[in-house]
């Protein structure tokens, strides 16, 4: 199910079953997807590694994940574009920028918990009925429950991610970082650096994020230019040279050395693996 709208607005329905191949059929600008899986161990490989889900499970992925359907199975999509619903512009409503979406390395995922699953369900169902009505009030319907969707989501990743133990300041503070790095990798490379676009010290930054999981501001920038090594190795044909510079290093050497020490083999057994 699909609806377009006047300015280009697009919001995609979709309901993926085994044995029925499912495919992206439009091309759009900057799409924001989320992937609800309905039941435990179905399969999909995003950015070239296989992710097998538990029951209930959303991924939320954004126009940078290559992400290869064929072996989804039992899962809900809701695919929008720019123009249906822009989450950095309506930030202040959703609070979703660098969490949900557009935060560094990680892939988003929460499981939603069994209290709040009717919650998701009657959306859903909202949805389905709102998208095959033809009235005025049609796209702002349904802006509206993606806004509610959006919200839901964000509430329950962050009490999944440890995100209850700070207050909002904190909060936002984290979510700018996770922002940043995702906008600059390539070009910024120090906590320092980005402690001083935050006017924060390196240490507050490393303090703060200790105290969300083990996973230091640090590695958030290497994480981040990793991710973006493997996916312009594998689905590019850019020499290694060329994706070395492109993420920022100053040569070859540095890069190999970096990428082997993560992931156990050199950049062009990678490439070519």
């Excluded at 009030?137 to 509610?148: C, N």
Aim: glycine residues 2%.
């Amino acid at each position: 199910m699909i609806y377009k709208g006047k300015t280009n607005e697009y919001l995609q329905l979709a309901k993926i079953k085994c044995q029925q191949s499912f495919q992206e059929t439009e091309t759009l600008e900057s799409p924001l997807t989320f992937i609800w899986f309905e039941k435990d161990k179905q399969n999909i490989m995003i950015d070239n590694v296989t992710y097998q889900s538990v029951a209930n499970q959303i991924i939320c992925l954004t126009e940078f994940h290559q992400v290869d359907f064929s072996t989804a199975c039992h899962a809900k999509l809701i695919r929008f574009n720019r123009s249906f619903y822009c989450v950095l512009d309506h930030d202040s409503e959703v609070s979703c920028k660098g969490i949900l979406f557009f935060g560094a390395s990680q892939l988003p995922k929460f499981i939603i918990p069994a209290e709040e699953l009717e919650k998701f369900e009657t959306i859903w169902k909202m949805f389905e009925i709102e998208i095959r009505s033809n009235d005025a009030l049609q796209l702002e319907m349904l802006q509206a429950m993606l806004k509610r969707f959006i919200i839901l989501c964000t509430r329950v990743y962050k009490n999944q991610h440890h995100y209850t133990k700070l207050d909002k300041t904190k909060v936002d503070l984290v979510r700018e970082y996770n922002f940043l790095v995702e906008q600059n990798f390539r070009t910024i490379h120090t906590v320092a650096d980005y402690a001083a676009l935050l006017n924060k010290s390196p240490k507050t930054l490393s303090n703060l994020f200790s105290k969300l999981a083990n996973k230091s501001p640090l590695q958030y920038i290497q994480d981040r230019k990793m991710l973006e090594a493997r996916r312009l190795l594998r689905f590019t044909d850019k020499s290694v040279k060329e994706i070395a510079y492109e993420i920022g290093f100053e040569d070859l050497q540095s890069f190999s050395r970096f990428f082997k020490k993560i992931e156990g083999i050199a950049p062009t057994q990678y490439k070519v693996s």
